[in-house]
């Protein structure tokens, strides 16, 4: 079925954020062209006289990160180039993020010269599965012990260690799709979500847990916390503690760390085994100008929600 079938599409507010008035406490929420915190760029003063859309409406951005499609859990405004879905028969939350994810699907289809301003309409969207008709998922809020009180971060005061002085490295093996089917072990690919997990497959682990992976190509510097025995391809790196243990705050902290030399690398550029070992990273150091993993393991740990971790 079309987009059109399964829903009326209204036409934005297209309010430009700098000319409305912000209201973090109160306000509405103002909805942008992008891909990020469900869309929402902002909190604004409602306008006495434009009614604001409805909560669970679908926001769908037609520029920007085009296709970018959220359920909007409270009323909200819109910027230019975003679209108002309103399902023409009553649908449930689950059904409403399956659509959303169909959407922005279509996403390939798009670049900066072409919006969706007049194909969103007819993009074709699938059967709703059985599994989902009566799927149904825990959206309570997630809770927390730990209150705000995060460790000082002073980075002038971090020292710079060559990071083959740090980690011991791997190459992931190249795997081929023929040799791939469904199982229970973790495939870390060269992508930026998800952990690097791009599917499950049935191949005994080559690694295991508790160590970082680091993509030298595809998403070149994406890096994660394993925690698990995995496979993963030839496009990333094996990251392993040299005289040090490494756990899973340690490894929070530092593929932060890591993510911070992306910059230096594209797809014509790639992060080669080579380059990885010689690359500097700044990390909180004690007196002795060795890192402090214990202060880094403790600043996780002080961070709101990391007892979810």
Known sequence: MKVSELFTLHQGNSFE????????QSGINFVARTGENNGVAARIKAIETIAPFPAGYISVALGGSVLSSFVQYKPFYTSFHVMALEPQKEMRLEEKLFYCHCIKMNTYRYRYGRQANKTLKNIVLPELPNWLRS???????????????????????????????????????RIIKEDMTQGNTNFIASIDSNNGIREKIDISPAHQGNCITVNYNGSVGE?????????????????????????????????????????????????TLDKMKETIIALPSMSDNTPDWQYMENYIKALQYSDKI
């Open 223 to 271: 890096a994660f916390y394993q925690n698990v025995p995995f496979c993963a391809s030839d496009d990333v790196n094996i990251l392993l503690p040299k005289n040090w243990i490494l756990n899973k705050y340690i490894g929070l902290f530092l593929v932060t760390v890591i993510r911070f030399n992306k910059y230096r690398f594209g797809y014509g550029r790639k992060w």
């Open 17 to 24: 954020l700098i000319n409305m008035e912000i209201d973090r």
């Open 135 to 173: 799927y149904t998922v825990d959206y309570s809020r997630i809770k927390t012990e730990i209150k705000k009180r995060e460790l000082p971060l002073n980075m002038s005061t971090w020292k710079k260690f060559k990071m083959d002085d740090i980690f011991i490295f791997h190459k992931g093996k």
